[in-house]
């Protein structure tokens, strides 16, 4: 399974990911941070296109398989 990946050195939390797609990313309360939700499969489609329009690049994605 494919597995989105944010990489918190690079990105500017301007939370455009948590706009377009809530469902995947989100801000922890706790440490203030914007992570990706642990769910058994990801809207591929809705991913990439977040991807697309990160400012900074710091979306990809990560496969799980060995």
């Given at each position: 399974?494919?597995?989105?990946?944010?990489?918190?050195?690079?990105?500017?939390?301007?939370?455009?990911?948590?706009?377009?797609?809530?469902?995947?990313?989100?801000?922890?309360?706790?440490?203030?941070?914007?992570?990706?939700?642990?769910?058994?499969?990801?809207?591929?489609?809705?991913?990439?296109?977040?991807?697309?329009?990160?400012?900074?690049?710091?979306?990809?994605?990560?496969d799980?398989?060995?």
């Amino acid at each position: 399974m494919k597995t989105p990946v944010l990489d918190f050195g690079m990105c500017s939390e301007c939370e455009g990911c948590i706009s377009m797609c809530p469902e995947v990313f989100q801000r922890n309360e706790a440490t203030g941070r914007i992570e990706v939700a642990v769910l058994t499969s990801y809207p591929e489609d809705k991913v990439n296109e977040t991807i697309k329009n990160c400012p900074k690049d710091c979306i990809f994605w990560e496969d799980d398989k060995p």
